[in-house]
């Protein structure tokens, strides 16, 4: 069983930036794959990134160059820095744990989830 709890999420300006955090309890959480995704009103919940175990790192082709996914595990912990923040991401946003050496950008393939942080852009 693993838990994970976000913050950092808010309200922020277009243009502004904004550094989400997980933390993670339970099974050992270094050896996870651990994903960001966010869900938007009335839409599915989408992949952001993720990042290994061995810190290979994976994001959507949209938020390439402004979002960035980093992990500290003395810390338990996954962050999402977001740059350049436009309207369009605003999103409830969620961290995930996967199954060791199993990193997915699909959803179904992770078993843990946070309960969500949401952030708001304002135009």
């Known amino acids: 069983q693993v838990l994970l709890v976000e913050s950092g999420g808010g309200l922020v300006q277009a243009g502004g930036s904004l550094r989400l955090s997980c933390v993670a309890s339970?099974?050992?959480?270094?050896?996870?794959?651990m994903g960001w995704f966010r869900q938007a009103p009335g839409k599915e919940r989408e992949f952001v990134a993720f990042i290994t175990s061995g810190r290979t790192i994976n994001y959507a082709d949209s938020l390439k160059g402004r979002f960035i996914i980093s992990r500290d595990n003395a810390k338990n912990t996954v962050y999402l820095q977001m740059n350049s923040l436009e309207p369009e991401d605003t999103a409830a946003y969620y961290c995930?744990?996967?199954?060791?050496?199993?990193?997915?950008?699909?959803?179904?393939?992770?078993?843990?989830w946070g309960q969500g942080t949401q952030v708001t852009v304002s135009s």
């Open positions: 339970g099974r050992t959480f270094s050896s996870l794959p």
């Open positions: 995930a744990a996967g199954q060791p050496g199993w990193p997915s950008i699909h959803k179904e393939d992770y078993d843990y």
